[in-house]
């Protein structure tokens, strides 16, 4: 068995998500980037090669990564590029992006032989979360006025437009596209490509995926545009696992056990976000909070339901940690970092990378 703490990346269910997301491909025409800033385990890029068109990025090492690990088309965005990165930036990248028209304006020179973007803010999202609502008050992603951005259309051929965060709606998508439609209209039909974005949960369960490619197409034709998805979450979604031990058992006015993982360090977001991990059935009639082993207080993965009493050298699956998990993970405390394993087609287990001392040591300076 391999040791734990470790995240297990099932291909088995990895495929299912695939499979919808090159069904949409073939419906819809719209190309498809995996969003390196959710997931950007490089071990199953030429898995997810054959499925998807490429990656998109959010920094100089994020699009480097998906140039060199994953190839086909490689977009380039972030909120500013700084003087002493740009140049690497464009050698790398098929598409860049630019987060303002001073970033465009500012870069026009080193930027000139590139396709280049701007990323249009419509004031809507699909956020009910402050922290990750890209439309907030005065957010700072993407311009918003029509009349700015005309003035610089002859530098850019496309848009990237996100505003849907974890949207398993199709009628909000259908509807927020219809707004963005209404206002950028003008912009839009002089463009040749436009990226909608990730945030749209359209590998979940039931979602209308021949409705939301029929949408997406009539989107592309209306405006005669290449339409791009930036699907993170929606790539990944359900296919790995956090796997924990029992260290230590207490009673403290609840059962509690604590493992050998920390949320803080492995499942950030979900503390970020005030989120409960799970855990599947997640039913029987022994219940236990299940805590992290850093000193944090609140590290605490949350309260579930095992059939069989838990003992010091169990081992427990969190579910559904691919997304903005590894790419968060950290080093606080000192804790463990989890290795990283895959389950191949044929039920197979390979760990393909184990952290050590040295990584810690080699982390700090």
């Given at each position: 068995?391999?040791?734990?703490?470790?995240?297990?990346?099932?291909?088995s269910?990895?495929?299912?998500?695939?499979?919808?997301?090159?069904?949409?491909?073939?419906?819809?025409?719209?190309?498809?980037?995996?969003?390196?800033?959710?997931f950007?385990?490089?071990?199953?890029?030429?898995?997810?090669?054959?499925?998807?068109?490429?990656?998109?990025?959010?920094?100089?090492?994020?699009?480097?990564?998906?140039?060199?690990?994953?190839?086909?088309?490689?977009?380039?965005y972030?909120?500013?590029?700084?003087?002493?990165?740009?140049?690497?930036?464009?050698?790398?990248?098929?598409?860049?992006?630019?987060?303002?028209?001073?970033?465009?304006?500012?870069?026009?020179?080193?930027?000139?032989?590139?396709?280049?973007?701007?990323?249009?803010?419509?004031?809507?999202?699909?956020?009910?979360?402050?922290?990750?609502?890209?439309?907030?008050?005065f957010?700072?992603?993407?311009?918003?006025?029509?009349?700015?951005?005309?003035?610089?259309?002859?530098m850019?051929s496309?848009?990237?437009?996100?505003?849907?965060?974890?949207?398993?709606?199709?009628?909000?998508?259908?509807?927020?596209?219809?707004?963005?439609?209404?206002?950028?209209?003008?912009?839009?039909?002089?463009?040749?490509?436009?990226?909608?974005?990730?945030?749209?949960?359209?590998?979940?369960?039931?979602?209308?995926?021949?409705?939301?490619?029929?949408?997406?197409?009539?989107?592309?034709?209306?405006?005669?545009v290449?339409?791009?998805?930036?699907?993170?979450?929606?790539?990944?979604?359900?296919?790995?696992?956090?796997?924990?031990?029992?260290?230590?058992?207490?009673?403290?006015?609840?059962?509690?056990?604590?493992?050998d993982?920390?949320?803080?360090?492995?499942?950030?977001?979900?503390?970020?976000?005030?989120?409960?991990?799970?855990?599947?059935?997640?039913?029987?009639?022994?219940?236990?909070?299940?805590?992290?082993?850093?000193?944090?207080?609140?590290?605490?993965?949350?309260?579930?339901?095992?059939?069989?009493?838990?003992?010091?050298?169990?081992?427990?699956?969190?579910?559904?940690?691919a997304?903005?998990?590894?790419?968060?993970?950290?080093?606080?405390?000192?804790?463990?970092?989890?290795?990283?394993?895959?389950r191949e087609?044929?039920?197979?287990?390979?760990?393909v990378?184990?952290?050590?001392?040295?990584?810690?040591?080699?982390?700090?300076?």
């Amino acid at each position: 068995m391999i040791q734990t703490p470790y995240y297990l990346i099932d291909k088995s269910k990895l495929l299912q998500n695939m499979e919808k997301i090159a069904t949409l491909r073939e419906l819809s025409g719209a190309k498809a980037l995996l969003a390196l800033k959710c997931f950007a385990t490089w071990s199953v890029f030429d898995f997810m090669r054959d499925y998807m068109d490429g990656t998109t990025s959010s920094s100089l090492n994020e699009v480097r990564l998906g140039h060199e690990r994953f190839g086909k088309e490689t977009h380039a965005y972030s909120v500013a590029y700084a003087d002493y990165e740009i140049d690497e930036v464009v050698s790398h990248a098929d598409k860049i992006i630019f987060n303002s028209i001073g970033q465009l304006t500012r870069f026009e020179k080193q930027s000139s032989g590139s396709i280049r973007g701007l990323r249009l803010n419509p004031g809507v999202s699909s956020s009910s979360f402050d922290l990750a609502d890209p439309a907030r008050p005065f957010s700072r992603l993407g311009e918003w006025d029509l009349k700015k951005v005309e003035p610089v259309m002859d530098m850019i051929s496309g848009f990237m437009i996100h505003n849907n965060c974890e949207n398993g709606d199709f009628d909000l998508f259908d509807r927020m596209l219809g707004e963005i439609e209404q206002k950028f209209g003008p912009l839009l039909k002089k463009a040749d490509w436009v990226s909608l974005g990730g945030g749209i949960h359209f590998t979940g369960e039931n979602y209308p995926l021949e409705k939301f490619a029929e949408r997406l197409k009539r989107f592309s034709g209306e405006f005669g545009v290449q339409v791009y998805l930036e699907p993170g979450e929606a790539s990944i979604t359900k296919s790995t696992t956090l796997e924990v031990t029992v260290l230590d058992k207490l009673y403290n006015g609840k059962d509690l056990v604590v493992v050998d993982s920390s949320i803080e360090a492995h499942l950030l977001d979900l503390l970020i976000y005030r989120e409960s991990a799970k855990v599947h059935p997640n039913q029987g009639p022994h219940r236990y909070q299940v805590c992290g082993k850093s000193c944090l207080a609140g590290d605490i993965f949350g309260e579930f339901n095992f059939e069989q009493e838990l003992n010091i050298g169990d081992r427990i699956s969190l579910q559904d940690t691919a997304g903005y998990t590894m790419v968060k993970k950290n080093w606080f405390n000192g804790v463990q970092m989890p290795a990283i394993a895959i389950r191949e087609l044929d039920g197979s287990l390979r760990t393909v990378r184990e952290f050590d001392y040295t990584d810690y040591e080699t982390s700090l300076s």
